[in-house]
């Protein structure tokens, strides 16, 4: 019997995240398969129950949860302390254990352009799980940091949680080396974050967190201008090869994994 592995998330059949991982698990020959949970947030506790009982391996957490599941598990790893959000779980000694992936995904995407970010000014557009996970890795790089968002009371709390300077969405943007978008705007081309239409902005760097289309209306504006950018390809291909080592404790074929991401982006 193949051992349960997967997402769970809410309104998730968008996900490329079984297309990456089942590839790396047909490449390796591991027997076990990797599904979708879409899950209301009232059945979380009773599925992790259930999933001890038929010995699930581990899964990777997303939208709506990466906070919620925090408070459900058994025991977190320093970087889910750090970003008060987690993006993966691991079945050890039928206790829950919580980590958070996109960190690495993160850290990985400027790595692969050689960007230094100590002492940088980064700003984030959104307030969620993943735009936690960026402000700590960020801070702990030795940038600054500035958020904006639309939920000026979760804005706030970001403020109190990190030391950050945050605004409002309709303010006008302050300076910055880095551009982040972690919301779902830019989606299947549909709307971007605020731009900064006032700013050279030759040289800058602009992140998408979104991933399809590959080169969302964010980047392709940015691209125009001259800044570099970094599609959210590369944060779900490594924070999927960081959380594929910790559920199935090898590491995956990383190409094959990508192409696959690649050829299902292509299609969609």
């Known amino acids: 019997m193949k051992r349960v592995s997967g997402l769970i998330g809410k309104d998730i059949s968008y996900s490329l995240s079984p297309a990456m991982h089942n590839r790396a698990l047909e490449k390796l020959g591991i027997d076990a398969v990797y599904l979708l949970f879409d899950l209301e947030r009232e059945n979380l506790n009773d599925f992790l129950k259930v999933m001890i009982d038929v010995e699930a391996l581990g899964f990777n957490v997303t939208i709506p949860y ?7 598990i058994d025991c977190v790893d320093r970087d889910v302390i750090g970003a008060r959000a987690l993006n993966t779980i691991v079945l050890v000694n039928d206790r829950w254990c919580g980590y ?18 100590k ?15 960026a402000i700590y890795l960020f801070l702990k790089e030795g940038a600054s940091v500035w958020v904006m968002g639309r939920n000026l009371e979760k804005i706030r709390d970001l403020s109190k949680l990190y030391g950050v300077e945050t ?29 900064p239409k006032n700013y050279d ?20 504006e940015a691209k ?13 291909l490594y924070q999927g090869v960081k959380s594929f080592e910790l559920i199935f404790k090898v590491s995956p074929p990383i190409e094959d994994m990508r192409d696959e991401l ?5 299609t969609s």
């Open 201 to 220: 902005i030759s040289g800058k760097v602009f992140f998408d967190m979104v991933y399809v289309p590959q080169y969302t209306p964010f980047l392709t």
């Open 167 to 195: 605004i409002a969405w309709s303010e006008k943007l302050p300076y910055f080396d880095v551009l982040v978008n972690a919301t779902p705007l830019g989606k299947n081309s549909v709307g971007m974050p605020p731009f």
């Open 224 to 236: 125009k201008f001259g800044a570099f950018v970094i599609s959210g390809i590369d944060m779900l």
């Open 66 to 72: 990466k906070e919620t599941v925090v408070d459900l």
């Open 100 to 117: 958070n992936t996109d960190i690495y995904g993160i850290k990985k995407s400027f790595e692969n352009i050689n960007y230094d970010l």
């Open 262 to 266: 690649l050829k299902r982006i292509r």
């Open 119 to 133: 002492n940088k000014v980064v700003g984030i557009f959104g307030a969620g799980g993943v735009a936690k996970a």
